[in-house]
């Protein structure tokens, strides 16, 4: 398949920079072995299709106290799977690392595991959902605690590097698409009717909601 010109520009734009980065993230492995390997692969897996961070999103929205969250992470998930998945990874259509054997990176994959994906590689899809859902944590929730949700995009972006099936500037993308998508899904959730706030499977919930709407 002929690569588009997108996919060429990236690659020789962040040659440099997606070979040196991959270096370091690879230090991890020269430094410990495999000891990072399983906590890796296990980050990534929670990445897998969204489908974790769907779920937990669906959770939050389901529980009055924590709707606010839900919400926003609901609809942060929503705008980057848009904006990833069905427009840029399509339209860009950048091969994974691994894709040219005879590459840099295509040793490395090997040597870690040679985990495949079955779409394209820009951006990352697994870091652009990670943030699109801590975002919106990140910003409503307490900042004493509410970092750790970046903590755990930053910990999917590296080991998506770290596995080698994307480039760091695919990671690069992602962290800033999913930012976006959490703070514009962040920017809906503060601006809905305070009434889907309110509601509740509970009838007497339900009263006393309806009894709060009224006064």
């Known amino acids: 398949m002929?690569?588009?010109?997108?996919?060429?520009?990236?690659?020789?734009?962040?040659?440099?920079f997606d070979q040196s980065l991959t270096l370091t993230v690879h230090k991890l492995y020269e430094a410990a072995g495999a000891f990072f390997t399983?906590?890796?692969?296990?980050?990534?897996?929670?990445g897998k299709g969204g489908i974790f961070l769907i779920l937990l999103s669906l959770t939050?929205?389901?529980?009055?106290?924590t709707r606010r969250f839900g919400t926003a992470m609901a609809f942060g998930i929503a705008i980057g799977a848009i904006l990833v998945n069905l427009f840029l990874k399509v339209v860009i259509a950048r091969p994974r690392p691994y894709a040219d054997i005879n590459g840099f990176f295509y040793p490395l994959w090997v040597m870690m595991g040679q985990h495949m994906e079955s779409d394209f590689s820009f951006p990352s899809g697994h870091t652009n959902v990670a943030f699109a859902a801590m975002v919106p944590l990140f910003i409503l929730g307490n900042k004493k605690l509410s970092w750790l949700?970046?903590?755990f995009g930053v910990?999917?972006?590296i080991?998506?590097?770290?596995?080698?099936?994307?480039?760091p500037s695919d990671v690069l993308a992602g962290l800033i698409t999913g930012t976006i998508a959490g703070m514009l899904g962040t920017l809906i959730a503060i601006n809905l009717?305070?009434?889907?706030?309110?509601?509740?499977?509970?009838?007497?919930?339900?009263?006393?909601?309806c009894s709060d709407l009224a006064n």
């Open 159 to 167: 080991s998506r590097i770290y596995l080698v099936v994307h480039f």
């Open 60 to 65: 939050l929205l389901f529980i009055k106290k």
């Open 2 to 16: 002929e690569m588009t010109a997108g996919a060429y520009w990236l690659n020789t734009t962040f040659a440099g």
């Open 155 to 157: 910990l999917m972006g």
């Open 193 to 209: 009717p305070r009434k889907w706030y309110l509601w509740s499977f509970s009838k007497k919930e339900r009263d006393a909601s």
């Open 149 to 151: 949700a970046l903590v």
């Open 38 to 46: 399983p906590f890796m692969n296990f980050i990534s897996l929670l």
